[in-house]
């Protein structure tokens, strides 16, 4: 059993900086991706950021300048530098992993989310 915890929303005014965490636990013998997504009230669920098993990252282009996706050395835990956030950034933020299967495909793992709040 995987088990994700989340830290680190909040409430911050425009302009201002959070780091959210995402502590993976439990049975892992290795993890391809870490990453974030976000989902504002009334919107589909988006992709905010992901790194790979060999460093690669990906940003939504709303966020590239501004956030900044990292792991630790173990890469069981991820973070998530948001600096410059806007209103717009206002959602609940998931973490997510992907780890492979005995089959050769990959399974999601979601944290609980972790809302953020970017006041004007």
């Known amino acids: 059993q995987v088990r994700l915890e989340e830290s680190g929303g909040g409430l911050v005014q425009a302009g201002g900086s959070l780091r959210l965490s995402c502590a993976a636990s439990?049975?892992?013998?290795?993890?391809?991706?870490m990453g974030w997504y976000r989902q504002a009230a009334g919107k589909q669920r988006e992709l905010v950021a992901r790194?790979?098993?060999?460093?690669?990252?990906t940003y939504a282009d709303s966020v590239k300048g501004r956030f900044t996706i990292s792991r630790d050395n173990a890469r069981t835990t991820a973070y998530l530098q948001m600096n410059s956030l806007k209103p717009e950034d206002t959602a609940v933020y998931y973490c997510?992993?992907?780890?492979?299967?005995?089959?050769?495909?990959?399974?999601?793992?979601w944290g609980q989310g972790s809302r953020v709040t970017v006041s004007s």
């Open positions: 439990g049975t892992i013998l290795s993890v391809r991706t």
């Open positions: 997510n992993i992907q780890l492979p299967t005995s089959i050769g495909g990959l399974y999601d793992y």
């Open positions: 790194i790979t098993d060999n460093g690669r990252t």
